[in-house]
């Protein structure tokens, strides 16, 4: 009897074996649908604007603004690997735009640098137009996905003048013991003016890429004369509210706090590779505070806030940030996020909801996939070498050069009829 359960038994091992194997497939590919988000739809970006003459032309001349936007259907669904491959490539089959690099001396003995990129082609409306560029934290325009749209935007006919954030360049030293910070615009500004002077008669359009896209709309909103000879602006992917912004970078969800860490370590070795912050400017305690900071918060704390003698991190985080200056901008405004951007968390998305709802310039193009940054396009596994986001800022910026560029010639026409009835 106990022969013939123990060959029972045995007889029901490979079955059980099998069942175990089928079991262990099955929640693979469960974690692995569940991870790479493949059950996911795709889905047209969800636009909010007031119904104006401007946004109904824009809705109408930006088919991309009214279309699915398809990510690569293997691994394009999840926010995380969208975000790692901008981080980590930033694009693919990148090409390298020939620049000239401008120095400009600042009031305080530091060297703003921004590279100039001339069009490679007339813009369809025949105007000279200069798209003024601001990169994401720590860039500068030796970076792939920053090469890549100067290079797209030029062929298009825009000449492209791209901001090296200070101290982000590998080969440039700092003539100051100061670096970029969270919303210090004095460098974008001072790339604007130069512009403005090199090229009176020039049209601008001003873009910022994630943290850039905080410096560019606060830039706008600080000064109503920073807003002249500006078509328009697009931010993309950026936070708007620092100070929420870092109450949520401490939180799991999303592996925000791991991202944290990641781009702490990344800006304590940009600030640690400058020697003349840490002889002149950085005391022995603050220096070790900052070689022990696992957060971004603890950096700004203890570094990025004394470089403008903010007397605390909050005040450095409401006076840096665009939400209290985008108010007053009032040329067209296109502000562009993802749904499953793992950096900025959903909460934030109300301040560009609201801005869209009450201000007529601003539109908000919410898309459910593209990570932060990512938004790559292509058909099941390898992505294109230009993105959505790239085709998004071009067809924008060309919809408003032509409705300019109308407006103009109806307010001639207008000023043609009135001399004329007055004659």
Same mark, same amino acid.
């Given at each position: 009897?106990?022969?013939?359960?123990?060959? %029972?038994?045995? /007889?029901?091992?490979?079955?059980?074996?099998?069942?175990?194997?089928?079991?262990?497939?099955?929640?693979?590919?469960?974690?692995?649908?569940?991870?790479?988000?493949? %059950?996911?739809? %795709?889905?047209? *970006?969800?636009?909010?604007?007031?119904?104006?003459?401007? +946004?109904?032309?824009?809705?109408?001349?930006?088919?991309?603004?009214?279309?699915?936007?398809?990510?690569?259907?293997?691994?394009?669904?999840?926010?995380?690997?969208?975000?790692?491959?901008?981080?980590?490539?930033?694009?693919?089959?990148? *090409?390298?735009?020939?620049?000239?690099?401008?120095?400009? *001396?600042?009031?305080?003995?530091?060297?703003? #640098?921004?590279?100039?990129?001339?069009?490679?082609?007339?813009?369809?409306?025949?105007?000279?137009? #200069?798209?003024?560029?601001?990169?994401?934290?720590?860039?500068? /325009?030796?970076?792939?996905?920053?090469?890549?749209?100067?290079?797209? /935007?030029?062929?298009?006919?825009?000449?492209?003048?791209?901001?090296?954030?200070?101290?982000?360049?590998?080969?440039?030293?700092?003539? /100051?013991?100061?670096? @970029?910070?969270?919303?210090?615009?004095?460098?974008?500004?001072?790339?604007?003016?130069?512009?403005?002077?090199?090229?009176?008669?020039?049209?601008?359009?001003?873009?910022?890429? +994630?943290?850039?896209?905080?410096?560019?709309?606060? @830039?706008?909103?600080?000064? =109503?004369?920073?807003?002249?000879?500006?078509?328009?602006?697009?931010?993309?992917?950026?936070?708007?509210?620092?100070? =929420?912004?870092?109450?949520?970078?401490?939180?799991?969800?999303?592996?925000?706090?791991?991202?944290? @860490?990641?781009?702490?370590?990344?800006?304590?070795?940009?600030?640690?590779?400058?020697?003349?912050?840490?002889?002149?400017?950085?005391?022995?305690?603050?220096?070790?505070?900052?070689?022990?900071?696992?957060?971004?918060?603890?950096?700004?704390?203890?570094?990025? =806030?004394?470089?403008?003698?903010?007397?605390?991190?909050?005040?450095?985080?409401?006076?840096?940030?665009?939400?209290?200056?985008?108010?007053?901008?009032?040329?067209?405004?296109?502000?562009?996020?993802? +749904?499953?951007?793992?950096?900025?968390?959903?909460?934030?998305?109300?301040?560009?909801?609201?801005?869209?709802?009450?201000?007529?310039?601003?539109?908000?193009?919410?898309?459910?996939?593209?990570?932060?940054?990512?938004?790559?396009?292509?058909?099941?596994?390898?992505?294109? *070498?230009?993105?959505?986001?790239?085709?998004?800022?071009?067809?924008?910026?060309?919809?408003?050069?032509?409705?300019?560029?109308?407006?103009?010639?109806?307010?001639?026409? =207008?000023?043609?009829?009135?001399?004329?009835?007055?004659?």
């Amino acid at each position: 009897c106990h022969d013939s359960n123990m060959q %029972t038994f045995g /007889s029901e091992l490979p079955a059980m074996f099998d069942g175990m194997k089928l079991a262990a497939v099955a929640a693979v590919l469960y974690v692995v649908v569940r991870c790479l988000n493949l %059950t996911s739809p %795709t889905a047209v *970006p969800q636009i909010i604007s007031q119904d104006t003459p401007l +946004s109904r032309y824009l809705l109408k001349s930006c088919p991309m603004l009214s279309k699915e936007y398809i990510p690569p259907l293997i691994w394009g669904k999840s926010g995380h690997l969208q975000t790692a491959l901008y981080g980590k490539m930033g694009r693919v089959s990148t *090409p390298t735009p020939c620049g000239l690099r401008k120095f400009l *001396p600042m009031q305080d003995g530091a060297t703003a #640098t921004f590279d100039l990129f001339e069009a490679l082609g007339k813009h369809s409306t025949g105007d000279d137009v #200069t798209m003024v560029i601001c990169p994401g934290i720590g860039n500068h /325009s030796e970076k792939n996905y920053i090469r890549t749209f100067v290079d797209y /935007s030029q062929r298009q006919g825009y000449r492209c003048a791209v901001l090296n954030h200070l101290g982000a360049l590998p080969d440039m030293e700092l003539t /100051s013991p100061r670096m @970029f910070t969270y919303g210090c615009t004095w460098e974008f500004g001072a790339m604007v003016a130069y512009i403005k002077r090199a090229f009176p008669q020039t049209q601008l359009v001003v873009v910022g890429f +994630s943290l850039g896209g905080n410096i560019a709309c606060k @830039f706008l909103g600080e000064n =109503r004369s920073n807003q002249e000879q500006v078509l328009c602006c697009i931010s993309v992917c950026q936070g708007y509210s620092a100070l =929420r912004a870092q109450e949520t970078f401490l939180q799991w969800d999303q592996c925000r706090r791991l991202y944290n @860490f990641v781009l702490a370590g990344n800006m304590k070795k940009l600030i640690l590779s400058h020697s003349l912050l840490t002889s002149s400017n950085i005391g022995d305690t603050d220096l070790n505070k900052l070689c022990a900071a696992t957060s971004l918060m603890q950096i700004d704390d203890n570094i990025m =806030r004394k470089f403008h003698g903010y007397n605390s991190l909050r005040e450095y985080y409401e006076k840096e940030s665009c939400v209290h200056y985008v108010h007053n901008v009032s040329v067209p405004l296109l502000l562009v996020n993802s +749904s499953d951007d793992p950096l900025v968390h959903r909460s934030l998305l109300a301040i560009p909801y609201m801005l869209a709802d009450k201000m007529p310039n601003v539109m908000f193009a919410l898309t459910e996939h593209g990570g932060h940054m990512g938004f790559f396009e292509g058909a099941v596994l390898f992505p294109h *070498p230009l993105t959505w986001m790239d085709k998004v800022i071009v067809e924008y910026t060309d919809a408003i050069c032509h409705w300019e560029k109308k407006q103009q010639a109806c307010q001639r026409s =207008r000023n043609s009829n009135s001399t004329s009835h007055q004659d």
